[in-house]
């Protein structure tokens, strides 16, 4: 039962490209969205969030849409630089103090 | 932020021994998660503590497990008698101190069992 998708499992981009990842979610109660960034053998890092009442937050080279409708939500890295290299996971949750579910991960690399 | 440390960072032990994982946070926080990744799968949720009580728990989280603060500030997760399909990295996470809806992970603690 995978209530976040991340149907691609890699990405590769160029450096100084626009990375696109993508996260669809089934679950219409969730009302929450974030993004991790994951290394090997590290906890997930904290990127950028969005809540169900916006469509899109920016925050520096990272840009969250979320498209409700389509129970759709994206991230967008803009340059794309090497050490964005990274599994980058999708996360839900109803909003609250609730457990965020995740995704399964997106591998970036970005090639110099 | 600054988020929470975990110890140890990485744990080896036999089948049918018991683990406690600990996590450091800030000292006033009161809302914490356990999650694990076992090896090349997603982040899954364990438990949730509020308070000192748990408040919610996952499928996984069955009674090998448990969870305690037992002196106000380290907060202990417990696998009792370990099974090989509890090898996976476990990660602490704590509700963030502005946003409530955003958690910040622990570096995690690597356990193996043998």
């Known amino acids: 039962d995978q209530q976040v998708k991340q149907n691609s499992p890699s990405l590769s981009v160029q450096e100084g490209r626009i990375s696109i990842l993508n996260c669809d979610y089934t679950?219409?109660?969730?009302?929450?969205f974030l993004w991790y960034k994951k290394y090997p053998a590290e906890g997930p890092t904290f990127l950028i969030s969005?809540?169900?009442?916006?469509d899109k937050n920016e925050d520096g080279r990272f840009t969250v849409f979320l498209n409700k409708s389509a129970k759709h939500l994206s991230l967008h890295i803009v340059p794309s630089q090497p050490g964005d290299s990274a599994v980058y996971f999708c996360?839900?949750?109803?909003?609250?103090?609730?457990?965020?579910?995740f995704g399964k991960g997106t591998r970036l690399s970005v090639i110099a | 932020e600054p988020e929470v440390t975990q110890t140890p960072s990485h744990q080896v032990t036999q089948m049918g021994q018991e683990v406690i994982l600990r996590c450091v946070p800030i000292?006033?926080?009161?809302?914490f998660y356990w999650y694990r990744q076992i090896l090349g799968q997603k982040v899954e949720f364990l438990v949730s503590?509020?308070?000192?009580?748990?408040?919610?728990k996952s499928e996984i989280f069955d009674d090998q497990f448990s969870v305690e603060r037992p002196d106000g500030s380290n907060f202990t997760l417990k696998i009792r008698s370990t099974k090989l399909e509890d090898s996976a990295m476990y990660f602490c996470?704590?509700?963030?101190?502005?946003?409530?809806?955003?958690?910040?992970f622990g570096p995690g603690t690597r356990l193996t069992v043998l």
């Open positions: 996360a839900a949750s109803t909003s609250g103090n609730t457990p965020l579910v």
């Open positions: 000292s006033n926080h009161l809302y």
């Open positions: 996470a704590r509700t963030g101190l502005a946003n409530y809806n955003e958690q910040f």
């Open positions: 503590f509020y308070n000192n009580e748990i408040s919610e």
């Open positions: 679950n219409s109660m969730f009302d929450y």
């Open positions: 969005i809540s169900s009442i916006k």
